[in-house]
């Protein structure tokens, strides 16, 4: 049976129609795609260890960093070049000890805010793209304008930090897993009994690391990083 002219005008029309609907669709599909297709930052081990290359105005630090979240407990034990060795024990309960282990037996207690970071305060940074950093190609994230995280693409593991003032983490080792001995969680007894040197804060806490920061930058956005 052959067609009118009015039933192949319809015909081609919802010919068209379709294909409008069908490039519609495969546009929005691919609009999802390219949205999801955007890296997040890998949330961070439950427990491990890592050795960080610490530079500011071209003062090095080594820092060993231990962090064990089912415990609430994070540590970071600092190495200043030729100088003493200054130990930042952070709890979940916002206290936090500042000491040496030395002649001098310094201690500063503080009562902060905030707690230690959780494994995924990363939630919400804003993708920058890929940077090489380090030797590595790099995903780069920035979370409130206070830290620029840098991810290696391949492994996933962090390589760099940098600091909104200008003070740089280059992350040497990562050990997933890695936990200390309890016994080298528990600050000195000068710390309690009233036997330790206070020293000026500003002095004592001028290079420590500053995730403490960035916990109290979280806070602040009203992010449930605590």
């Not at 795609?33 to 610490?54: A, C, G, N, R, Y």
């Not at 415990?71 to 034990?77: L, T, V, Y």
């Not at 940098?162 to 080298?184: I, P, S």
């Not at 020293?199 to 109290?216: E, F, I, K, S, Y």
Request: charged share 20%.
């Amino acid at each position: 049976m052959r067609k009118s002219a009015r039933e192949k005008r319809e015909i081609e029309a919802m010919a068209s129609k379709a294909k409008f609907f069908l490039i519609l669709s495969l546009l929005s599909v691919s609009v999802r795609h390219s949205i999801s297709e955007d890296p997040v930052p890998t949330p961070w081990p439950l427990q491990f260890h890592s050795v960080l290359l610490m530079n500011y105005s071209g003062i090095p630090q080594i820092i060993n960093l231990w962090y064990d979240w089912p415990n609430g407990r994070n540590f970071n034990i600092i190495q200043h070049q030729l100088g003493n060795v200054l130990y930042d024990l952070e709890w979940n309960n916002g206290t936090s000890f500042f000491y040496t282990l030395d002649s001098t037996k310094t201690c500063s207690p503080a009562q902060l805010e905030v707690g230690i970071l959780r494994p995924n305060w990363l939630d919400g940074a804003k993708y920058l793209g890929q940077r090489h950093v380090d030797g590595f190609l790099c995903n780069v994230w920035e979370k409130v304008d206070f830290i620029w995280y840098y991810e290696d693409v391949e492994t996933k593991r962090p390589v760099h930090w940098l600091f909104y003032t200008g003070r740089q983490a280059h992350v040497m080792t990562f050990e997933v897993g890695a936990v200390l001995e309890d016994e080298k969680w528990q600050a000195p007894v000068y710390c309690f009994d009233g036997t330790g040197t206070t020293v000026n804060d500003v002095a004592l806490h001028q290079n420590l690391p500053l995730m403490t920061g960035v916990n109290n930058r979280l806070l602040h956005q009203n992010y449930p990083a605590i």
